[in-house]
């Protein structure tokens, strides 16, 4: 049982690594060399391309996280729905608290990869230049940003929920 409790942490760390790793190197690294000139002609059909696959990849892996999230509780804990006191004490209002984040990037990024992004994709694609176009394609970006914010929030409550605080 151990062991499959070691595998369940590894799996849910290597799934937080995977999703923020692939948001961080398409902020840092893919879209600022996109965006170059160079690649003008090529960027809304390249950047089309990229967060869709990055779309799928990502709720695969936050769903993954989130079964291994289920799974560890109950090894924890011996259940998953815990009674009220528990969420009043201080280990359980953390995890609580890093529930709230979780709920709060879960439904961020389906707004973001299934109604906003989309529709800036789009309009990128019909008419770049548009008013209309920028609008989006900023509410878009914020969005994103404000879910990786919240993402990098979860991991801070993780690792002092894990360390007793
Ligand atoms: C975006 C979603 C999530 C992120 C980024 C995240 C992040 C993390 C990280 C980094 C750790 C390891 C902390 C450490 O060892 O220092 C952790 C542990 C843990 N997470 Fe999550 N988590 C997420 C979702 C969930 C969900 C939905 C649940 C429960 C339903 C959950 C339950 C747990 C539990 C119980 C542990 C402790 C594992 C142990 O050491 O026994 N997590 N999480």
Request: glycine share 14%; charged share 15%; net charge positive.
């Given at each position: 049982m151990h062991h499959l409790y070691l595998f369940l942490v590894w799996w849910h760390i290597l799934g937080v690594t995977i999703w923020l790793g692939a948001n961080f190197f398409l902020v840092l690294v893919l879209l600022p060399i996109a965006k170059k000139d160079t690649y003008r002609d090529f960027y809304p059909q390249l950047f089309a391309d990229i967060v869709m696959r990055l779309r799928a990849v990502s709720w695969f892996v936050l769903s993954s996280v989130v079964i291994s999230g289920v799974f560890l509780m109950m090894f924890r804990?011996?259940?998953?729905?815990?009674?009220w006191d528990f969420w009043r004490e201080l280990y359980g209002e953390t995890l609580f608290i890093k529930l709230c984040f979780v709920a709060a990037v879960f439904i961020g990024s389906f707004l973001h990869d299934f109604h906003w992004g989309p529709k800036a994709i789009a309009l990128l694609q019909q008419n770049p230049e548009d008013a209309q176009t920028k609008k989006m394609r900023r509410i878009s970006s914020y969005i994103g940003r404000i879910i990786f914010l919240f993402g990098l929030i979860v991991v801070f409550l993780a690792v002092k929920f894990v360390r007793g605080g």
């Open positions: 804990f011996g259940k998953v729905i815990v009674t």
